[in-house]
């Protein structure tokens, strides 16, 4: 493709600077030998089909054949003239390069995708116990999918959203994440994993600061699952970062009524809070 496109502007630049009939017609050739190429390439690899490719190829023959008859009547011509004779034919030939190998091509593993995926998508919306198998599939095509089955169909399902949006944190696609997950938990409220993970995608948003609403997530998600460690890890490291020491301590201090006191996990907790509260009284 770059040696095709260097061969074009070099032949219009040939032409610009008024190139004799022989020169000219013999680098007409070659372009046509690549152009031609470029379209049997297309056409190879499935990306064109048999009519386009016949139809170009007849407008290709004509028009660099035209170009070699009237060379032998006219053998000069204005440099301005074929410089926008060259822009408006790469400008023309990029846009059939583009729709055959680029749009095409997105489309077509748009449709692979969806066809491999959907019967998934179905089974997992319609199965509340089933969970895909994250091991054997990827996850972020998974769900592509569903978030398209989701917003086409306006289905209310939390759970779906819930997935999509976790798919989307882990990929740290921040902003999809948290409409996701405030789409899950508006649909389901209540639930600590929905509030912790929303909280989650609220903090790193915010540079891994605490607001208003990520902390009432997270201490709420904790009020409704006194064991919850991560939300409580969570909401220590960010109050801590966050300045907020009396809160990190607070959070810290739950945690240690749930790992096992001679744990090296519970001798991190406390140093922290030793740290955090002789900051405290700074």
Known sequence: MTAFAIVTVVWFSRRSHQVAESDFNEWNTQVFKLQLAELEKLKAV???TDSDYHLLK??????????IKDSTEKKMTSNRQWLFYGFIFNLFLAAIIFYYSGYRGIKHDWYSMVSEYQPMV?????????????NNIDVLKFSRVLQKQLKTDKISHARGWFFSGVVDLQQQNLDYAKQALTHANRLKPNQPNYMYYLAQALITLNQGQLNAKSQQLLMDSIRLQPDFLEAM??????????????????AWQQMLAYVKPDSTRTAMIKSSIVKAQSLIEK
């Open 46 to 48: 499935g990306q064109m």
């Open 58 to 67: 007849i407008d290709l023959e004509q028009s660099l054949l035209t170009e």
């Open 122 to 134: 179905d089974l997992f919306l319609e199965n509340e116990k089933m969970m895909p198998d994250v």
């Open 233 to 250: 890890s969570l909401l220590g490291m960010s109050a801590f970062t966050n300045r907020q020491y009396a809160l990190a301590v607070i």
